[in-house]
């Protein structure tokens, strides 16, 4: 059975994406050239207003132009979040060029492997970030130019790298040579992401797929979500408050809709307790749009009570599994939320494929398809389409889904079939009234706090250490973070330790994907005749512990 969108399709406008924004952005600051449209939340006498943003993202286009970056090159973000984020995304987009976010949190080993594969011209960066920025480029012939932002205004940049205040400050050039775009195939964004299976690969986001997903969710919110929160909701009035990371799809699109309607953004570079509950406190936040370790922070948390969160109307949480009891929870301590929703999505689709309906009472739910989607959910063992409240392998299809992985056709081809339909690597079903009920996962990947790690990264980098024979990494469940990774490791060298294991992870990557879920040694790794390792049996080998 196909399941069609409840709501109706949206007209997909013909238009670069960056021109959507930047429309959008030219309006707000028309109508008021004061108007601020992003507040630093760590430091708030920092802010730009939206005509600044508006006038910076040209002279970003022309610096990039004056250093021949042009129509298809790819230039790395790496960055918290931040306005100059913004600015450079909608200047290098300008030019025809695709962004690629790479967290600042990544080690210089993943750093490299994602400039490396993208072939990135240009990177962004900031100063305390520059090291290990450096380290990764100096192995990256693509690179070009590095731009960083100063944190501290005395801290000296080296010569060879450029200045991100002396390039705000280029004379925008308005006779620059015009960019044809091929809307269907140009990329515009290129977040990184390991799909169903294996590591990071680059998800090709093309102008058509972003400006699909910003008019299917825009619809979505402006004409089922918010008339039921309140029926006079308006964008102008509201703060937003954006701490989710602008590399990953979840947090970029939350900074897109701030800019495109006019909300004031806060900006947290991270998520921090008293900046987070400060703000809300302090600018009566109506809206939070969050991952479930931040529900369980709401929920659970002492320090919570010491804040004035009572303006929070509407919590809407997505990018891994939040559970009934936990929003029952949420609800029970802060009787005030009107309703706490969830949305579920993938890279792949260009963010999500089931959005929030307000349900005010029955949690658990991830949402209902959205406008211009369909849906199948497809047995895993026979490939039958399954009914209404038959659990199976869930497949998309709709005008945002990716163009495919980057430079890997075989990738595309398993996750992307024939027939256009995006295999998730998840399982659910969708009840009798049209609700998404997301029940497992078939795929290898583990969420940590909302955060991708790919387990076959983890047993690469495992496997390239001499006292370790064979690895094999799975996610156990844990109450804080969701999941966490653990490694199941067959030694070459017997006076290897867990620590050492642990420690060599830390070294390599960043916090979130270290082996905080453990490390133990097995004498052999279950694996299927083809070699494919069981994590299934792992999986039950812990639960049955
Ligand atoms: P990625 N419940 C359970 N699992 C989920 C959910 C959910 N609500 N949402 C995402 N996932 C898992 O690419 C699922 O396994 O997310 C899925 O295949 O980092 C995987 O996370 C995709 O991981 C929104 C806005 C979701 C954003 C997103 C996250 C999209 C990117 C819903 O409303």
Not at 348 to 368: D, Q
Not at 393 to 418: C, F, H, Q
Request: charge should be negative; charged fraction near 20%; aromatic fraction near 10%.
């Amino acid at each position: 059975m196909v399941v069609k969108s409840d709501f109706p399709d949206v007209p997909i406008p013909n238009s670069p994406f960056y021109q959507v924004i930047l429309d959008a952005v030219w309006s707000h600051a028309s109508l008021n050239p004061n108007r601020i449209a992003v507040i630093d939340g760590e430091n708030e006498s920092r802010t730009i207003t939206f005509r600044e943003i508006f006038f910076q993202s040209q002279s970003v286009a022309t610096f990039l132009h004056s250093h021949g970056f042009g129509h298809g090159d790819v230039a790395a973000v790496t960055l918290p979040n931040c306005w100059e984020y913004s600015v450079f995304f909608l200047g290098a987009a300008m030019r025809g060029g695709v962004v690629s976010g790479a967290s600042p949190m990544f080690t210089d080993y993943e750093l490299e492997r994602q400039f490396n594969d993208c072939k990135c011209k240009v990177v962004f960066t900031i100063d305390t970030a520059l090291a290990k920025v450096r380290v990764a480029a100096a192995k990256c012939p693509s690179i070009k130019v590095i731009i960083a932002l100063k944190s501290d205004p005395k801290r000296q940049l080296p010569l060879d790298v450029a200045n991100w205040d002396d390039m705000i400050r280029t004379q925008p050039d308005c006779h620059l040579p015009e960019v044809h775009h091929d809307l269907k195939n140009d990329l515009q964004l290129l977040p990184y992401s390991s799909g169903t299976t294996g590591a990071p690969k680059g998800v090709m986001l093309t102008h058509y797929n972003l400006v699909a997903m910003h008019s299917i969710f825009s619809s979505h919110s402006q004409n089922i979500m918010l008339p039921q929160i309140d029926p006079n909701w308006q964008w102008d009035k509201e703060v937003q408050l954006l701490f989710l990371p602008y590399s990953h799809i979840y947090g970029f699109f939350l900074m897109v809709n701030a800019l495109v309607r006019g909300a004031t953004a806060v900006v947290l570079r991270h998520f921090d307790a008293h900046n987070y509950l400060n703000a809300i406190q302090k600018y009566r936040v109506r809206m939070l749009n969050l991952v479930p370790p931040i529900l369980v922070f709401l929920a659970k948390h002492p320090i919570v009570s010491k804040y004035d969160i009572s303006s929070v109307e509407f919590i809407m949480s997505g990018a891994a599994p939040a559970g009934k009891d936990l929003c029952e929870e949420l609800k029970a301590r802060h009787p005030h939320v009107k309703a706490i929703t969830q949305g579920y999505g993938m890279t792949e689709m260009g963010m999500a494929s089931h959005l929030p309906v307000i349900e005010f009472t029955r949690f658990g739910n991830a949402g209902k398809l959205a406008s211009n989607y369909e849906a199948k959910v497809v047995d895993v063992a026979t490939g039958k389409e399954c009914g209404r409240n038959e659990k199976g392998e869930l497949w998309v299809r709709s005008p945002s889904v990716m163009k495919g992985y980057l430079n890997r056709k075989e990738a595309t081809e398993e996750t992307i079939d024939a027939d256009g339909w995006l295999h998730t690597g998840d399982i659910g079903y969708h009840d009798d009234e049209g609700y998404l009920f997301i029940v497992d996962r078939l795929k290898e990947l583990i969420k940590v706090r909302g955060f991708q790690v790919p387990p076959a990264e983890l047993e690469d980098l495992l496997l390239s250490h001499p006292g370790v024979q064979d690895a094999a990494v799975i996610g156990v469940p844990d109450q804080q973070a969701g999941e966490l990774p653990r490694a199941f490791i067959v030694r070459r060298d017997e006076s290897l330790t867990e620590t050492d294991v642990a420690e060599y992870v830390k070294s390599k990557v960043s916090y979130y994907k270290q082996l905080k879920g453990g490390v133990e040694f097995l004498k052999e790794i279950p694996k299927s005749p083809s070699g494919k390792i069981l994590r299934r049996f792992l999986r039950d080998r812990m639960e049955a512990n």
